[in-house]
């Protein structure tokens, strides 16, 4: 019998009529969920809905303005009393909260490393607790290692055991597939199903709508800060789905760009023989003007050091980049920028956003020059600009001066693609460009990579993503560093993921 036919259980958690503002935006009004034992319940909605606002609420990291919290049938522990409430809720987050300097030892029982503060931590036996901790919930981590050496499955897994071994059975995840390939999204989901019989409660924030029909038991809706619909996702089509966070009916599904007839032009990027050792071998391709070009591959393909590569962040061993027939210099961002390449980055918070600065300073940086005489911002301008973008890229901002850090993470990830398609690249390297970005603006920000390609531009897009890699014209594949497949158009779903597998698919004649 699933949760959803079992109303009589006491949820695990219960929120009603939550609201929380922030100066003038209303991030919550009066939502609410009920999450039961042993279910997984997924929250979707689009960027701004107020899903990490609820899970800020749910968590105890913020106060809700009204509304009323329960955990077990038990109101919520006093706000600021972090033991408490980390025994009843523990939340994997988007940004990691391990402590990369810490061993994951250390990081597992961080704040309880002595019985009592006088006796001496004694590390061997610390180890060996949370050696056998991790084991009992099938992690295979060594405990004497640094936290920032794992990977980001393994920093998910430990933070996962951390949580229940702090006696919570109801674990918030936040977007964990964003940052993993397909063998790790299927490994978490084996663990997450294996919990789940044990009995542990999920909240499962994703934007992948195929992810919530694969392993939940029922969705909630939330639009525009409120609580539109909660239901079994058997009994809720992707179409309704779609319509409940939209609040209209879903467009036409985006077509293969394949399907457009367009003829590319001269060879933009040119990538001949690439080297760097440790990622990729010998990798040649282009991409010509008018074109969409997909570089797909799982996490340790070797795809993103490729496309960071032409962008300049690394400087190959051997090898040559050209654009439009010239070389540019290696492992240099600026002759990158000069040549006019442009890079929306893997890591938006690592190498994207001055988060405490405006949306218009953001989206500015790379075009100060344009924006007045001898380098200086003429602020009309810049507000001109970057209202233009807002409402190009369908960005949900009060206004051009809104601190970057007060926009939801999708809006965040807009602001980036609206940076790097600002200076107008003539080769734009796009690296997982929809990460975070709902259904609906996801359509809508591919097409705007497309749009710089029909405009004459050239652009790579650099994912595993399916959603993404459904817009290029062509793909290559690489696996282990190697380029294995390319697809000219017309493939399929399964061939393209065989390919990012290792079980290569066709080659392409010219790539
Ligand atoms: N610290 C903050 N200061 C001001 N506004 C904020 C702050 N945090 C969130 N908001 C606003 O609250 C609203 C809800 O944001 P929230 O982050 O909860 O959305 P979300 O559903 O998680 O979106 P996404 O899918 O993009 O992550 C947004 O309009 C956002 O701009």
Known sequence: MTAAREPSRVPVAEATGLSKRYGATVALHEARITVLPGETHALVGRNGAGKSTLVSLLTGLQKPDAGALAFHGEPAPAFGDTAAWRSRVACVHQR????????????????RQSPSP??????RELHRRAGELLAAYGVDVDPTRRAGDLTVEQRQFVEIARALSLGSAFVILDEPTAKLDARGIERLFGKVRELRRQGVAFL???????EVYELCDRVTVYRDARHVVTAPVSELGRSALVEAMTGEPE????????????TPGRALLSVDGLTLPGAYRDLSFTVRAGEVVGLAGSASSGA??????????????????EV?????RGGDVPAALEAGIGLVPEDRHLQGLVTGRSVAENATLTVRGRLGPFGTVLPSRSREFTERMIEDLDIAAPGPGTPVAALSGGNQQKVVVARALATDPRVLVAIRPANGVDVRSKEFLLGRIGRAADEGG????????????????????MFHGRVVAGF????????????MEGMAGPREEER
Do not use: K, M, Y
């Not at 467009?251 to 367009?262: G, I, K, L, Q």
């Not at 439009?324 to 540019?328: C, D, Y």
């Open 458 to 477: 050239a652009a790579l897009i650099v994912s595993d993503e399916l959603d993404d890699l459904r817009v290029c014209d062509r793909v290559v594949v």
């Open 251 to 262: 467009s036409a599904a985006a077509r293969n760009r394949t399907a457009s007839v367009r």
């Open 324 to 328: 439009a027939g010239r070389a540019v």
């Open 488 to 499: 000219a158009g017309g493939w399929s779903d399964g061939q393209l993921v065989a390919a």
């Open 118 to 123: 006088l006796r001496p931590i004694r590390w």
């Open 204 to 210: 499962f924030i994703s934007h992948h709508l195929r």
């Open 96 to 111: 990691s909260t391990v402590l990369p300097d810490l061993t994951v030892t250390e990081n597992v029982f961080l704040g």
């Open 304 to 321: 993103v050091r490729a496309g960071e590569t032409v962008a300049g962040l690394h400087r190959a061993g051997s090898g040559r980049i």
